[in-house]
C-alpha cells in the first residue's frame, strides 16, 4: 500500500526542480496523530527502528505499524556516529549478520530510491605487533571464508597507498594492515531519513515528540504502551532504544545484560582530500576517515564509566589527539572544530540482542555498543523478521537473550564477558 | 572528573579505573543457584541516575572505592571504601 504521492528521486527529477526552482519538493514522510492501537508498536524512532519498520512494511505487507520517538527521527546514535560500514567480524554469530548487513547496505539506495551515500572507500586496520599480525590475518581468513573480503597489507604496500603515517614510530611501528575493500561509510542522516521514508510511504506511523513511558503486560503478554501522547494498544512491541534500553526494560521489570557508556567524536575543519580510506590504529585508540565536506571525523575509545550524558570527558580527548598525532603528525595542522558523545549500550560480550523477552509479544534490540550503525540495514531486516514471521533470521540466529546464561556468549572484538566496559 | 578518595583525597579521575556497577559488595553464596549467578554476572539496573560503582584508585592507594554518580550529570555524591560498604551490609 502506498499512502498519500510518494515522489521519486532521480537526476532528471533534481534537473527538472533546479530549472523550476525548487519548488515541488514535498515532505518525505507523514506526520500523524497516534492511534489508539497498532499490531505492532516500535519503541525508538532510530536506525534499528526506522529499518525495522521498512522491512515489516516491505517485506512482509505489515503495515498496521507505528514507530514511536520521544525526540525527532534520527537524534539519537545514528545520527551521532562515526559512520563506519565494514563486515570484518571474527566469530560465526556476528560474521554472517554484519555479512548479511553489509549485503543489505551495497543494495539499500536502489531499495530505497534514497542516496544515503554509501562509500566504500576500503578500511585499514594497522598492526603494531608480530601477535596482532597473526590475529589479523586469522581475522582476515574469518571474513573471507565469511564470503567477504580481506587482503593483508605489507609495510611497503601500506606506505603506497598511505604514504603519510609515521612508520617508524619508535615504539609502535606500523607492521602491516588488514585491509576491507567493501567497507566504508555512508551518510548516516540520510540512512534514517531514507528509511523513514520507505516505511512511511507504505503507511507506517512515525511518531515524534511520543515518549513511551510505560509498558502494559497482562497475564504475561504485552498489551501496549503507556506514551506522552496517550496510550497506545499493541499486539506485539519491541524495544528499539538503543543506549535507553535499559529504562524501556524497567518499564517491564526486566534488567539487560547492559551498561550504557558514552562515546566521543571528533570533527576537523573541511580539508582538500587527503585520507581516502577509514583508517584504525592498532596501538591506541584513535580511527578516522573524511567526510566528503572535507573534516576529519575520528574517534578512539569510550570514556569507560557509565554515562547517559552524551557528553564526554577531556582525558579521552586528549588520549584520541595523542594516538592520533603519533600515527599521521599531519593532522597535527588542522583544527578540530567540534566533539560530541553517544549513549551505547553496551552488552557484557560485545555482540547485540535481538530477541522475543519472557513476556509474550515483547521483542528487544540492544547490546549494539559503538558498532551498530552498520548493523541498522540488517537488524532492522532481521526484528521484522522475527516479528512476522516468530523465527528467528538465520543470520542472527546466535543474538539470543539467554546466551549469558548459558556461557554462550558471543566474544568478538576483545570483549571480557562479564564485565560491561571492557570492549 | 574528580574522584574524593577516602585515603587520597580529591584526585582526577585518571588515577581511577572503573569496574563498573558495585555488585560485588554483595556477591551470592557460591550455591546460590544459576539465576542469582546470572544476576550476579551479566544483568545490570543501569539507571539513568544514581548509580553505586566500583572504582579502583590504582594510580594512588590501590583501595577499592564505592562512588556514588549520577550517570546523567556525572555529580558525585558519595565515596566510601568498599570494605567499609561491605562490611556495613554484612
Ligand atoms: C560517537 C559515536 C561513534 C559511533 N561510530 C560508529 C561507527 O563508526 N560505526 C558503527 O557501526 N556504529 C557506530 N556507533 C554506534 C551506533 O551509532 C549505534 O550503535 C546505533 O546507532 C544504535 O542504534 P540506533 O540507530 O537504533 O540508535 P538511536 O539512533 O540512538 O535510536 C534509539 C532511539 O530510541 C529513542 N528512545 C529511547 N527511549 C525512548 C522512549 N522511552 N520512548 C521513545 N523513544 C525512545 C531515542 O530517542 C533514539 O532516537 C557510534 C556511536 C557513537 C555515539
Ligand atoms: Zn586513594
Not at chain 1, 546514535?77 to 559512520?83: C, E, K, L
Not at chain 1, 578500511?123 to 574469518?142: K, V, Y
Not at chain 1, 592520533?324 to 547485540?352: N, V
Not at chain 2, 594512588?60 to 558519595?78: F, K, P, Q, S, Y
Request: glycine share 12%; hydrophobic share 40%; proline share 4%.
Amino acid at each position: 500500500m502506498t499512502v498519500g504521492m510518494q515522489m521519486r528521486f532521480s537526476a532528471l527529477k533534481i534537473l527538472a526542480e533546479g530549472l523550476t526552482g525548487n519548488k515541488g519538493w514535498t515532505a518525505h514522510w507523514r506526520d500523524p496523530q497516534p492511534k489508539p492501537e497498532y499490531d505492532i508498536v516500535i519503541i525508538g524512532g532510530g536506525g534499528h527502528g526506522l529499518s525495522c519498520a521498512h522491512y515489516l512494511a516491505k517485506e512482509h505487507g505489515i503495515t498496521n505499524v507505528a514507530v514511536l520517538e520521544k525526540g525527532y527521527l534520527g537524534g539519537g546514535n545514528v545520527g551521532r556516529n562515526t559512520t563506519i560500514v565494514r563486515a570484518n567480524y571474527g566469530l560465526s554469530g556476528n560474521s554472517e549478520f554484519y555479512s548479511h548487513s553489509l549485503k543489505l547496505w551495497e543494495g539499500l539506495e536502489q531499495d530505497l530510491n534514497y542516496n544515503v551515500m554509501l562509500s566504500q572507500r576500503g578500511i585499514i586496520n594497522l598492526c603494531h605487533s608480530d601477535g596482532q599480525r597473526d590475529a589479523f590475518i586469522r581475522r582476515g581468513n574469518a571474513m573471507v571464508n565469511q564470503g567477504d573480503d580481506a587482503i593483508f597489507l605489507t609495510p611497503d604496500a601500506l606506505q603506497k597507498m598511505l604514504p603519510f603515517l609515521d612508520y617508524e614510530q619508535s615504539r609502535f611501528p606500523i607492521f602491516g594492515g588488514l585491509y576491507h575493500p567493501r567497507g566504508g561509510t555512508a551518510r548516516h542522516d540520510a540512512v534514517a531519513w531514507g528509511y523513514a521514508r520507505g516505511a512511511s510511504s507504505r503507511g507506517v506511523d512515525l511518531i515524534q515528540q511520543c515518549e513511551v513511558t510505560g509498558i502494559d503486560v497482562s497475564e504475561g503478554k504485552v498489551t501496549g504502551v503507556q506514551t506522552t501522547r496517550g496510550p497506545i494498544r499493541a499486539k506485539k512491541v519491541a524495544m528499539m532504544g538503543a543506549g535507553r534500553s535499559s529504562q524501556l526494560a524497567e518499564m517491564a521489570g526486566m534488567r539487560l545484560p547492559v551498561e550504557s557508556h558514552v562515546l566521543q567524536a571528533f570533527v576537523t575543519e573541511g580539508l582538500k582530500p587527503c585520507i581516502d580510506h577509514v583508517i584504525s590504529y592498532g596501538a591506541g585508540h584513535f580511527y578516522i576517515s573524511q567526510s566528503d565536506k572535507g573534516g576529519l571525523v575520528f574517534g578512539g575509545d569510550l570514556d569507560m564509566y557509565a554515562s547517559y550524558a552524551a557528553r564526554g570527558n577531556l582525558p579521552m580527548v586528549e588520549h584520541v589527539a595523542e594516538a592520533g598525532m603519533t600515527l599521521m603528525p599531519m593532522i597535527g595542522k588542522a583544527k578540530m572544530l567540534r566533539s560530541w558523545g553517544g549513549i551505547m549500550d553496551m552488552s557484557s560480550d560485545g555482540s547485540p540482542i535481538i530477541d522475543r523477552t519472557h513476556i509474550d509479544g515483547l521483542h528487544v534490540s540492544c547490546g549494539w555498543c559503538y558498532g551498530g550503525f552498520k548493523a541498522v540495514p540488517a537488524g532492522g531486516h532481521v526484528m521484522a523478521h522475527l516479528l512476522a514471521t516468530g523465527q528467528h533470521h538465520p543470520a542472527a540466529a546466535k543474538f539470543r537473550l539467554d546466551r549469558f546464561r548459558s556461557g554462550r556468549g558471543i566474544m568478538d572484538e576483545e570483549a571480557t564477558g562479564s564485565q560491561h566496559n571492557l570492549h | 572528573m574528580r574522584i574524593e578518595c577516602p585515603i587520597c583525597g580529591s584526585r582526577d579521575r585518571r588515577e581511577f579505573y572503573y569496574q563498573g556497577a558495585a555488585v560485588a559488595v554483595a556477591r551470592p553464596a557460591p550455591d546460590a543457584g544459576a539465576e542469582a549467578w546470572d544476576d550476579y554476572v551479566h544483568l545490570r539496573d543501569n539507571p539513568a541516575g544514581w548509580h553505586d560503582e566500583l572504582w579502583h584508585h590504582e594510580a594512588g592507594c590501590g583501595a577499592w572505592v564505592v562512588v556514588t554518580r549520577n550517570l546523567t550529570t556525572h555529580e558525585i555524591r558519595d565515596v566510601q571504601l568498599a570494605q567499609s560498604v561491605k562490611e556495613a551490609s554484612a
